[in-house]
């Protein structure tokens, strides 16, 4: 036994030997913080992704969002929200949307106390907001949204004819609300448009209000396609025509009433 203890003990005191032993643990030890960094970054995290695509200013509710899996080095770099608690009762900000399967970033959930309405953001010199009384089929299945540019179209009778005409061109939409005023994208509301607002020049303001008072005449608001609500031009008649005919029946004279 005695003679062991000493071979292994020469084994030991061997340069060689210790070279080896060092190399070795160099080895394990590398092997081991790859393995560990390697597990750190594809180790699975469970993250929450939208079971549907959440519009602007909606709510967010527990059914909105399931599961997914996802490698822990994508969220190191990404300023995902990861906890339930940081989604249910909060809401989608202004201006964005999250489709169905996206996860949720930091920069698209805010508290209803920082949604902020655009009626009393900063509007363009010279413009105002106009109320459009509209319906579910007016608004075409409720699918005119905020920030779209749409046309608005004039009914009108006249001598026993329909004059259904383009009146006012590329109005970019506010926002759509319900009969109590509620955003109808917002969770609490009823989901049926009563209020249409858009953005129109003080001159167009006070013709949009004269039609009110006149019998027979009617507006129409008109969706266009994407292209169009991107690149619309700047709020313009359509023709002039309109106006004269708006002129007409209700003695008006442009300029003649203020704001």
């Known amino acids: 036994m005695a003679n062991l203890i000493q071979n292994i003990k020469n084994i030991l005191l061997n340069r060689n030997t210790v070279t080896i032993l060092a190399v070795l643990a160099g080895v394990v030890l590398l092997w081991f913080f790859y393995n560990m960094t390697l597990d750190n970054a594809v180790n699975p995290q469970r993250v929450p992704v939208a079971t549907r695509t959440i519009t602007a200013k909606e709510m967010i509710t527990a059914e909105d969002f399931e599961y997914v899996e996802v490698s822990g080095e994508f969220l190191h770099n990404a300023n995902i929200i990861t906890n339930s608690n940081e989604l249910v009762g909060y809401y989608v900000k202004n201006e964005t949307s999250i489709t169905q399967g996206a996860m949720f970033y930091r920069e698209q959930v805010v508290e209803r106390s ?146």
């Open 114 to 259: 920082e949604l902020q309405e655009r009626e009393q953001e900063t509007l363009p010199d010279g413009y105002t907001i106009y109320w459009l009384e509209v319906d579910n089929n007016t608004t075409y299945a409720n699918s005119i949204y905020p920030g779209d540019k749409i046309d608005l179209w004039l009914r009108a009778e006249v001598d026993n004819n329909i004059v259904y005409d383009e009146f006012i061109n590329s109005i970019e939409v506010v926002s759509i609300k319900d009969s109590s005023g509620q955003n109808v994208f917002d969770a609490e509301s009823s989901g049926e448009p009563a209020i249409l607002s858009f953005a129109v020049t003080f001159e167009m303001f006070e013709y949009l209000h004269l039609i009110e008072d006149i019998p027979d005449m009617d507006l129409f608001p008109v969706p266009r396609n994407e292209l169009y609500t991107t690149e619309g031009a700047e709020v313009s008649y359509s023709n002039d025509r309109l106006k004269d005919l708006i002129n007409n029946y209700a003695g008006f004279t442009p300029g003649s009433q203020t704001q």
